[in-house]
């Protein structure tokens, strides 16, 4: 079996600017650049892999309707210049959550590594050669646990984490990609 790496990217704050719950499409704003960078990766075949926590679907403020509503508008924008998810994996669990959402430590929950070695599996992923990019210490967390290299964008929260445990620190997106492309497996 030949194993290809991947980027897997957390999505608000990443790859969409922060918005509390974001549930309604006409909300999503995407990170300046964020869309070519991502253009540049799917034309070099490398897979792009979301990885996000969605709390809200668990506690009820919204639905798996309106995310994928959301995520709908965001392949629209994408394919403005040409780009594309290649696959989307999304965490609903949170201790505060309602029903079969209430968990306070799932597996697929970031900083767990579940949605990213799932992913692994069903798209035959070389996490030791991906990387994982986010803008809190939960994405590089799940990154890291996973076995991928992890980088930490200054967008959404990534202005107030340290970013002493990310193996890059770069402003945004963009840059992010610039830097890890240049040393791409």
Not at 51 to 76: E, L, P
Request: charged share 25%; proline share 5%; net charge negative.
């Amino acid at each position: 079996m030949n194993l290809k790496p991947a980027i897997f990217l957390d999505r608000d704050g990443t790859l969409n600017e922060e918005v509390d719950y974001l549930s309604d499409p006409e909300q999503l704003v995407l990170i300046p650049g964020a869309a070519a960078a991502v253009a540049r990766l799917n034309a070099k075949g490398i897979p792009v892999v979301v990885v996000t926590n969605q709390s809200g679907i668990g506690r009820g403020k919204y639905d798996w309707q309106d995310f994928a509503a959301v995520m709908s508008r965001m392949g629209t924008l994408l394919a403005l210049e040409n780009a594309w998810i290649d696959a989307v994996y999304a965490s609903p669990h949170h201790e505060l959550g309602q029903g079969e959402y209430a968990v306070s430590d799932h597996p697929d929950r970031k900083p767990n590594p579940g949605m990213l070695m799932r992913a692994a599996e069903e798209h035959d992923l070389d996490l030791a050669r991906s990387w994982m990019i986010g803008d809190k210490d939960i994405d590089l967390d799940a990154g890291r646990r996973a076995g991928c290299r992890v980088a930490l964008v200054r967008t959404g929260y990534g202005s107030r984490v340290d970013g002493s445990g990310a193996d890059l620190v770069a402003a945004d997106l963009p840059e992010a990609l610039d830097r890890i492309l240049a040393q791409w497996p």
